[in-house]
C-alpha cells in the first residue's frame, strides 16, 4: 500500500506515520540504533550547544572512551553529507554518547536527563525515530517514516499493542512541533480510518 501526503501548515507529512504501528521493543533491539549506522545521530545548530553546555550533567555516565573522543573531537561532527552528527568511535560504528549496562546500549544523555541531572533529553532526531525531518527548498519540512531493519521488532509489536508510530512519539511531537500539530495529526488518523 502506498502512503499518501497530508499538508499541516507547512509541514507535508507521509500518511505511514498514522496509519503504521511502532513501539520501541527494547529487549530484542538492546540500543542497537546507538552502536549501528554509517554516521551518528542528525543534530540541530541549537542542540550542539546543548551538548557542550550540559556536558557536566552527563559526562560521568559516558564510557571513558567517548570522554576521551569529546577531548580530541569536539561535540559534534561533520559527515560525508555536510550535515551535523553526533561523533562516533574512531573504528565503530558506536555513538560516543552511549553507555553500556552488561550488553545492553543506552544514551548516557538520556540517563542523565530522567535522573533528573540534565536538561537535555538527547538529540530530537533520536527522540523522534523513526520519523525523519527534512528541510525542503521550497521552505516546506518533510516527515517521512524511515525503516531500518533493526528495528523490524518495533513495528511488530506497535501492531500487536495497537500503538500507531505518532501515538508512540507523542511528547517528542508535542515537544518539537506543538500540541496543536499533535491535535491535528490526530483529526487527520480520524479522518484515514473513517474513509479506509
Known amino acids: 500500500m502506498y502512503s499518501s501526503i497530508i499538508q499541516i501548515g507547512d509541514y507535508l507529512i507521509s500518511s505511514d506515520i498514522i496509519t503504521e504501528f511502532f513501539s520501541c521493543d527494547y529487549e530484542k533491539c538492546k540500543g542497537a540504533c546507538c552502536i549501528i549506522g554509517d554516521s551518528g545521530a542528525p543534530l540541530e545548530e ?6 557542550e553546555r550540559e556536558y557536566p550533567n552527563y559526562c560521568d555516565l559516558m564510557s571513558a572512551e567517548g570522554r576521551v573522543a569529546i577531548s580530541n573531537e569536539g561535540f559534534f561532527a561533520i559527515d560525508v553529507d555536510g550535515d551535523i552528527v553526533t ?21 548516557a544523555i538520556e540517563r542523565s536527563y530522567f535522573a533528573g541531572k540534565s536538561l537535555f533529553a538527547k538529540p530530537i532526531s533520536c527522540r523522534l525515530y523513526p520519523i525523519r525531518v527534512l528541510k525542503l527548498s521550497n521552505g516546506l519540512t518533510a516527515l517521512n517514516l524511515h525503516r531500518w531493519d533493526i528495528c523490524s521488532d518495533a513495528f511488530i509489536k506497535g501492531e500487536k499493542e495497537k500503538i500507531h508510530v505518532y501515538e508512540f512519539l507523542r511528547e517528542p511531537i508535542i515537544f518539537n512541533f506543538g500540541e496543536e500539530f499533535y491535535l491535528l495529526l490526530k483529526d487527520a488518523a480520524r479522518i484515514l480510518r473513517a474513509a479506509s
Open 46 to 51: 541549537s542542540e550542539c550547544d546543548s551538548l
Open 87 to 107: 561523533p562516533l568511535l574512531r573504528d565503530s560504528q558506536e555513538c560516543i554518547y552511549t553507555r553500556f549496562e552488561e550488553k545492553n546500549c543506552f544514551c
